[in-house]
């Protein structure tokens, strides 16, 4: 019970007795404790007490008139027994304070219905919007990361240029500014810098982000769908013009249409709710060079150039940042309504200060690397961040038997040479350092981060690890960490072992991928063995780890949105390999040449009750709509070759049925479904 109304409760209680014990009562006396019990009664109801921490004020105010009702109810009593024993009456008038407190207890009573009936029509309302908002496409991991921001103090000028253009009140301003800049100069982190600061204060807003090892995702066909939806998270009005547009229309939510995206999830609810927005609204897309190839992101940059970005409401503003790409630049350059900044014409000087703030802070505790070293590393990164922070990395101690400062010399000692730039000459150190030029140690390295690039989206070193103990030659069953330990300086995920094991830089992968920069460093990503060992260990984890109700839900008739701590549940029932494995397996298949091995192993799942186990572990995840692209492509996959068994085909294809006929069933109620179907088998 809230502590204002057991306060109350306590006193009220006292009085109460008091007055059962006499027997001769005014009639306003006795109605005064009628409607204190009624209260009581009220105050104990189940719905009363869950609602008492969003009522507080309104049960303050209860709990003070009750409180004052007790006390006169106690002094009444009192009194009166007083003067009956003396034989005198009451002078003041106790029927007139005793309708008093009924009247104001009476009120409140009704300000609380009132208030509640208010509650409960929003709450249906929000309950209804976010029906209507289900289903909707989300990029999950896009978002904004804190990690990426700029070091306090450092790119002041540009940061101050980009708020002032946000926050100017010139309804004719630039409503796109495009930051764009070679490979290194700190575009992203520039970009999560804003996100973050728009984050920090609750404006209207969101951040969107494109990275070249998450492009399995195509997440250029949902950002369109994140970007309303994270909208629709942070202003009401628009919340309720998005759900307008979207109810009872599912394939309008489901479509990878971004122009129609972008004129019914963007441009109508905006014209609905003209002028009801509150401040600015900032939207951050970064590294758009990052998409992938040139048709992915044509249709975006053909809206961001149209006439109806250059309309958008006079407090919207979108942020872009990426390289200048001849096919970015090409639509962006000499557009009226985008403001184009390039941070390779920022000041060198202000540049260098920045950098040298980084830097100093980064290596300010190691021996031997005082204010001459700091400011050699600054001047060698000739104006690049993804260097300067390269370098800190590289000079810090890591190996036995060479100190900060002796890896600092070395660093110093490389020139740019054989047409390489600085950066990838470092790329190419650092790797020396770590990895040998021939041997097991080489063969390792290139297996090690196949893996890790091949993979349709970063995942942390224990998935890693636990998908190479099912590849078929035993010989790749090692810990990779014998390889990744010696590459923190350009890999993320390896000093944590939580996060995702990926390229801290695009340029590094960049410099993987291309042999003339990495010699036998490179890494070809189009490897037929390795796409081969990801779609043999994506089936064998689904075929061992697939069971039923995996996450252990109660009743098979409540709806997984009633699972209050569904999310939590997921996390640990559904490890990084599996969630993985059922959603890529496919796609990993489908680039991989036919194979009776691998056959046999698809209709391990399809063949079973696994697909069941599969579809729940889907539905769980949201993306039951992927199961019937996944076995549209496994089927296609076994029609290919004219060895393709026909049995697995008609299993494959009466599994797409299953999804067609029952998908909402299944998104529904996870366990529901499986239930029923596992008695018909």
């Known amino acids: 019970v809230h502590p204002y109304v057991q306060f109350a409760l306590g006193i009220l209680t006292a009085a109460s007795q008091l007055l059962i014990n006499q027997a001769n009562l005014d009639n306003e006396v006795f109605g005064l404790l009628n409607t204190v019990k009624d209260l009581y009664e009220f105050l104990m109801e189940k719905d009363t007490i869950e609602n008492m921490d969003s009522m507080k004020e309104t049960f303050g105010r209860i709990s003070q008139e009750m409180s004052a009702a007790a006390l006169f ?40 219905r009132d208030r509640a009936m208010r509650d409960i029509q929003i709450n249906m309302s929000h309950v209804l919007e976010d029906l209507n908002l289900e289903g909707m496409a989300y990029a999950a991991g896009a978002g904004l990361n804190t990690t990426k921001k700029c070091l306090d103090g450092t790119r002041t000028e540009i940061l101050k240029d980009i708020i002032d253009w946000i926050t100017t009140s010139d ?62 998270d942070r202003d009401p009005a628009f919340r309720r013009a998005l759900s307008n547009v979207v109810s009872n229309n599912h394939s309008l939510k489901t479509t990878c249409d971004v122009l129609q995206q972008w004129k019914r999830f963007i441009l ?35 809206l961001l150039k149209s006439s109806e970005a250059a309309h958008l409401p006079a407090n919207f503003r979108i942020l872009l940042t990426s390289r200048p790409l001849p096919d970015i630049e090409r639509i962006m350059r000499d557009v009226p309504h985008v403001k184009a900044t390039s941070l390779d014409d920022v000041r060198l000087e202000l540049v260098e200060r920045d950098i040298k703030l980084y830097v100093s802070k980064e290596l300010d505790r190691f021996p031997g690397i005082g204010a001459t070293e700091v400011q050699n590393v600054v001047n060698k990164s000739d104006g690049l961040f993804e260097w300067a922070r390269l370098a800190c990395e590289f000079i810090k101690p890591g190996k036995a038997g060479e100190t900060s400062k002796e890896r600092y010399d070395n660093l110093m000692a490389l020139e740019s040479k054989e047409g390489r730039t600085l ?36 995942l942390p070193m224990a998935a890693l690890n636990l998908m190479r103990e099912k590849f078929p030659n035993k010989p790749e069953h090692y810990d990779i960490f014998v390889i990744l330990e010696f590459m923190s300086p350009v890999l993320g995920g390896v000093v944590d072992r939580v996060s995702a094991v990926r390229p801290l830089h695009a340029s590094f992968y960049d410099f993987l991928t291309d042999r003339s920069r990495s010699g036998i460093y490179f890494i070809d990503t189009s490897n037929t063995q390795h796409t081969r060992d990801l779609a043999f260990a994506s089936l064998q984890i689904l075929r061992d780890n697939l069971q039923f109700n995996i996450c252990e839900l109660e009743s098979s008739y409540l709806a997984n949105s009633d699972v209050s701590d569904l999310s939590k549940r997921i996390k640990e029932k559904i490890p990084h390999h599996l969630s993985y494995s059922s959603r890529f397996w496919a796609q990993h298949l489908w680039k991989t040449g036919f194979d009776l091995e691998l056959a046999g192993l698809v209709k391990a799942i399809v063949g079973s009750e696994k697909i069941l186990f599969w579809l729940e572990v889907l539905s769980l995840l949201r993306m039951v709509g992927k199961g019937v692209d996944a076995l549209d492509t496994v089927a296609t996959w076994l029609q290919v070759s004219q060895d393709g068994p026909k049995d697995i085909l008609a299993l494959v294809k009466d599994g797409i049925k299953l999804i067609q006929n029952f998908g909402s069933v299944i998104v529904h109620s996870t366990p529901h479904l499986s239930q029923g179907w596992l008695e018909l088998l």
């Open 423 to 458: 950066l990838d000459t470092t790329y190419l150190e650092i790797l020396k350092w770590g990895i040998p030029e021939s041997g097991r140690g080489l063969e390792r390295y290139h297996s090690v981060m196949r893996q890790v690039m091949m993979t349709l989206e970063p």
């Open 73 to 112: 109810v106690i002094k009444y009593c009192k009194k009166k027994n007083i003067l009956i024993r003396i034989g005198d009456s009451l002078v003041s008038d106790p029927q007139t304070v005793a309708r008093s407190h009924v009247k104001n207890l009476g009120d409140l009573m009704q300000q609380y």
């Open 171 to 232: 309804v004719n301003a630039p409503r796109i500014l495009w930051l764009h800049g070679q490979p290194g100069r700190g575009k992203s982190a520039i970009a999560h810098t804003i996100a973050s600061w728009i984050e920090d204060v609750k404006a209207p807003g969101t951040c969107f982000c494109f990275a070249r090892d998450r492009q399995a995702e195509r997440r250029e066909e949902k950002i369109l769908t994140t970007i309303a939806r994270d909208l629709a």
């Open 268 to 302: 109508e609810p905006l014209s609905k709710i003209n002028g009801e927005i509150v401040g600015n609204v900032v939207v951050v897309i970064d590294a758009l060079d990052e998409s992938g190839p040139e048709t992915s992101r044509r249709d975006i940059l053909n």
